[in-house]
Nanobody, 121 residues
Framework: QVQPVESGGGWVQAGGSLRLSCAASRRTLSRYGMGWIRKAPGKEREFVAAISWSGDRTTYAASVKGRFTISRDNAKNTVYLQMNSLKPEDTAVYYC??????????????WGQGTQVTVSS
């Protein structure tokens, strides 16, 4: 069983950037599709981005397309989410999840604990 661990969250002003990382200590992430899903206070969980196991396919939510970039380095067993031009509405807990490449969060079986991203206006 793989256990993703997120890092890189924090506080940033609107227009700024953050890079989230997701690693796994016990097993490799390379065989899994990987997704980022976020949960804002008072809102439902929202799919953000996903990348296939090989990295040849990516997909994004409309709300982040053009601002966020998902990537992976299987040699480092790490997945990244580069977030640029951040907006206050991007404030949420961001979860990294491993499973089947999809925009549907239900296809991801293994989830990290989440990392908080706060964007101030």
């Amino acid at each position: 069983q793989v256990q993703p661990v997120e890092s890189g969250g924090g506080w940033v002003q609107a227009g700024g950037s953050l890079r989230l990382s997701c690693a796994a200590s016990r097993r490799t992430l390379s065989r899994y599709g990987m997704g980022w899903i976020r949960k804002a206070p008072g809102k439902e969980r929202e799919f953000v981005a996903a990348i296939s196991w090989s990295g040849d396919r990516t997909t994004y939510a409309a709300s982040v397309k053009g601002r966020f970039t998902i990537s992976r380095d299987n040699a480092k067993n790490t997945v990244y989410l580069q977030m640029n031009s951040l907006k206050p509405e991007d404030t949420a807990v961001y979860y990294c999840a491993a499973g089947i490449y999809s925009t549907n969060e239900r296809t991801y079986a293994y989830w990290g604990q989440g990392t908080q991203v706060t964007v101030s206006s």
